[in-house]
């Protein structure tokens, strides 16, 4: 079946051999971050193609990555002492640069010395890893190689603006740890931005202004955060206009009410230092990836498989409050209420029964429950 070619294929390529374990190990963090985490399968994953180009021996080089096939192609050189070396894989990775098009992108990853790095690649914006302690590699990497991949999948997009939802009590002082670390220390300032409720403002009519532009909520849980008016309010209007949330949990002592509808989200430990800020960035960047590509990729799916592009899709599994939402949307729009397409892994069973009982109406499936519906019927 013909259709529309993939979003995007990732490749990595690095040098083989036990003496490039370091850029192996980075390569297997980019294939789970990206595609799928083979340890936990029950998580949900972004499914993007990755596939790896290396070689059985050193001194040969990988077959050439064919470039055009995807909608867009970005390849990652894993650059170590030992591919630098060689001049036949110099010759490979330099060859790339210049065979990429107009949509694609080429990425030097330096575990070497920048000033290494062989003619033709060393032309590209490479992300510096030798500069970077190596306890931090993996999480500098990640971010930049999302980041990456944001900005190839829409290269016109704004600065993602992040709402920072905190409880003024207890979580000012990391709410601007972390607005200063994505405006000015993250590296990735014309990325983000941060937004805040102009003093006297109603957060229900902020968020409807700028529902479309406002692309995540980091809500700081901290001790009192559930116990706040407003920072309850934050979350709700968040969820019900479909703004993705990340929570950073930074309970110190306890909370008397832990809030229910904070749940079904990325969730980051505060640990009040760097690393922290960085997992906060990974998450963030994870989300708005998630919900530039997600979509592209159901579109190709229908195209693929002749599936219905009628369908609601959404960036998140379903829980009460979203598909009461989604209730309530397609009634005020007469539009009849049926699959509400959500990412996989499907939902387990006992979630699945529970939302079933509530409102039997609408059937949450996953691609992969559609893919396997449309083999079967045909």
């Given at each position: 079946?013909?259709?529309?070619?993939?979003?995007?294929?990732?490749?990595i390529?690095?040098?083989?051999?036990?003496?490039?374990?370091?850029?192996?190990a980075?390569?297997?963090?980019?294939?789970?971050?990206?595609?799928?985490?083979?340890?936990?399968?029950?998580?949900?994953?972004?499914?993007?193609?990755?596939?790896?180009?290396t070689?059985?021996?050193?001194?040969?080089v990988?077959?050439p990555?064919?470039?055009g096939?995807?909608?867009?192609?970005?390849?990652?050189v894993l650059?170590?002492?030992?591919?630098?070396?060689?001049?036949?894989?110099?010759?490979?990775?330099?060859?790339?640069?210049?065979?990429?098009?107009?949509?694609?992108?080429?990425?030097?990853?330096?575990i070497?010395d920048?000033?290494?790095?062989p003619p033709?690649?060393?032309?590209?914006q490479?992300?510096?890893?030798?500069?970077?302690?190596?306890?931090e590699?993996?999480?500098?990497?990640?971010?930049?190689?999302?980041?990456?991949?944001?900005?190839?999948?829409?290269?016109?997009?704004?600065?993602?603006?992040?709402?920072?939802?905190?409880?003024?009590?207890?979580?000012?002082?990391?709410m601007?740890?972390?607005?200063?670390?994505?405006?000015?220390?993250?590296g990735?300032?014309?990325?983000?931005?941060?937004?805040?409720?102009?003093?006297?403002?109603?957060?229900?009519?902020?968020?409807?202004?700028?529902?479309?532009?406002?692309?995540a909520?980091?809500a700081?849980?901290?001790?009192?955060?559930?116990?706040?008016?407003?920072?309850?309010?934050?979350?709700?209007?968040?969820?019900?206009?479909?703004?993705?949330?990340v929570?950073?949990?930074?309970?110190?002592?306890?909370?008397?009410?832990?809030?229910?509808?904070?749940?079904?989200?990325?969730?980051v430990?505060?640990?009040?230092?760097?690393?922290?800020?960085?997992?906060v960035?990974?998450?963030?960047?994870?989300?708005v990836?998630?919900?530039r590509?997600?979509?592209?990729?159901v579109?190709?799916?229908?195209?693929?498989?002749?599936?219905?592009?009628?369908?609601?899709?959404?960036?998140?599994?379903?829980?009460?409050?979203?598909?009461?939402?989604?209730?309530?949307?397609?009634?005020?729009?007469?539009?009849?209420?049926?699959?509400?397409?959500?990412?996989?892994?499907?939902?387990?069973?006992?979630?699945?029964?529970?939302?079933?009982q509530?409102?039997?109406?609408?059937?949450?499936?996953?691609?992969i429950?559609?893919?396997?519906?449309?083999?079967?019927?045909?």
């Amino acid at each position: 079946m013909i259709g529309d070619p993939p979003v995007v294929i990732v490749y990595i390529v690095r040098y083989p051999g036990p003496g490039s374990a370091r850029a192996e190990a980075l390569g297997n963090s980019m294939f789970a971050a990206l595609y799928a985490d083979l340890a936990a399968l029950a998580s949900r994953s972004l499914g993007i193609e990755v596939r790896f180009r290396t070689s059985r021996l050193p001194g040969t080089v990988p077959v050439p990555v064919p470039f055009g096939r995807a909608q867009h192609t970005a390849v990652f050189v894993l650059a170590d002492d030992r591919l630098v070396a060689d001049p036949a894989w110099c010759s490979y990775v330099g060859g790339l640069a210049s065979s990429a098009g107009r949509t694609d992108l080429v990425v030097p990853v330096a575990i070497t010395d920048v000033e290494n790095l062989p003619p033709g690649l060393d032309q590209n914006q490479a992300i510096r890893l030798a500069e970077v302690p190596e306890a931090e590699q993996e999480t500098v990497l990640l971010n930049r190689v999302m980041h990456d991949l944001c900005i190839l999948l829409d290269p016109d997009a704004q600065k993602v603006k992040v709402f920072l939802s905190y409880a003024r009590r207890d979580g000012r002082p990391i709410m601007e740890a972390v607005s200063n670390h994505l405006r000015f220390v993250a590296g990735l300032d014309d990325f983000f931005d941060t937004a805040d409720v102009p003093d006297g403002t109603r957060f229900a009519d902020f968020l409807k202004e700028r529902a479309g532009s406002l692309h995540a909520l980091l809500a700081i849980q901290t001790d009192t955060y559930a116990s706040r008016e407003w920072c309850r309010l934050e979350v709700l209007e968040a969820k019900r206009r479909h703004v993705p949330i990340v929570v950073l949990s930074a309970v110190n002592v306890s909370e008397t009410r832990s809030f229910p509808y904070i749940g079904n989200t990325p969730v980051v430990r505060w640990c009040g230092d760097e690393t922290s800020l960085r997992r906060v960035v990974r998450a963030l960047l994870g989300e708005v990836l998630w919900r530039r590509y997600f979509p592209r990729r159901v579109e190709a799916l229908c195209e693929e498989y002749n599936l219905d592009r009628g369908l609601q899709v959404f960036a998140h599994p379903p829980e009460l409050v979203t598909m009461l939402t989604y209730r309530a949307e397609m009634t005020a729009e007469g539009a009849a209420i049926g699959e509400y397409l959500y990412p996989d892994p499907p939902l387990g069973t006992e979630e699945l029964q529970v939302l079933a009982q509530l409102d039997p109406d609408i059937a949450p499936v996953t691609p992969i429950i559609l893919q396997a519906r449309e083999m079967r019927s045909s």
